[in-house]
């Protein structure tokens, strides 16, 4: 882990060794509330396929706030490309989860020279109709509303807190091992004392639904239209926070795009099926290679085979 200054923003970024020299560069984008530790286990899985690295966006994980304030989605995609810009490590292979999502949907629309290949789990892309299970977690972008639920959750040990969370966010919380909760509780307790802790959590979301009600060519779904590279798209059936019929929407909206369903995923699909989402990278990377060195003849525009797994 180490911290990246650029100009007046700082960003962690935590490394993850290759199994090998010379295996192409990837960078993975944590989700609101998340940090770069929710990419631990997908990383560990893909050290034989990419050399990775995971960013804290500002205000989250271990890195601090931005010194201009700006937590919307634009402002992190900003921080996203002037490191990607700085490191020399483009073009990558760029992944998004949830917040992290639509980042990278916008950094591959605006700066398709910064990305190889796209992966996408659950991202948090415009719906019309929310599902009800995200409608607290929108309220969070109501002024005043994440401080009020710090005090009125004050008493609640942070074992509860924790698995507040990880019933919101899996699909099966019981696939946590004992040592995987411990730590997640010992990380909730640490941010909880950061000052800026809940300022950074209500800002983000209000971003996102900032993001959610543009229009014209600032509009995701439009970004995600112009999304060049080929594209990953992850969905998991029991997603309390990004409708998986969404996933039918996304695979028409991305050009070469196919699709990954996990019906018991819930929304970090990538903590929960590790090897599932790896495997299905694997394939992205494998028939990105035929098509770049013209061994696929294919001229459909889209391309979207569809894997679904279970337990």
Known sequence: MRSVELGRLTLTVRSREPAREGLPPALFVHGLGGSSQNWTALMAELADTVDGEAVDLPGFGDSPPPDSGDYSVTGHTRAVIRYLDACGRAPVHLFG????????????????????????????????????????????????????????????????????????????????????????????????????????????????????????????????????APTLLVYGGRDQLVGFRMARRASAAFRESRLLALLEAGHVAMMEYPEAVGGAFRELLSDSGRLTHGVDDRNAAHTTPVSVKGD
């Not at 639509?102 to 019309?128: C, G, N």
């Open 97 to 228: 989860n949830s917040m992290g999502g639509a980042v990278a949907t916008r950094i591959a629309a605006v700066r398709p020279d910064l990305v190889r290949t796209l992966t996408l789990v659950s991202p948090a892309l415009p719906e019309r109709l929310p599902q009800r299970t995200a409608v607290p977690t929108a309220l969070l972008a109501v002024p005043g509303v994440a401080r009020l639920f710090g005090r009125l959750t004050q008493d609640w040990t942070a074992e509860r807190r924790t698995g507040e969370v990880l019933a919101l966010c899996y699909g099966d919380p019981a696939r946590v091992t004992p040592e995987g909760f411990a730590a997640a509780v010992e990380e909730y307790e640490r941010r909880l004392r950061l000052p800026y802790f809940w300022d950074a959590l209500s800002r983000s979301a209000r971003g996102i639904v900032d993001a959610y009600t543009l229009g014209g060519q600032h509009s995701l779904w439009r970004q995600a239209e112009r999304v060049l």
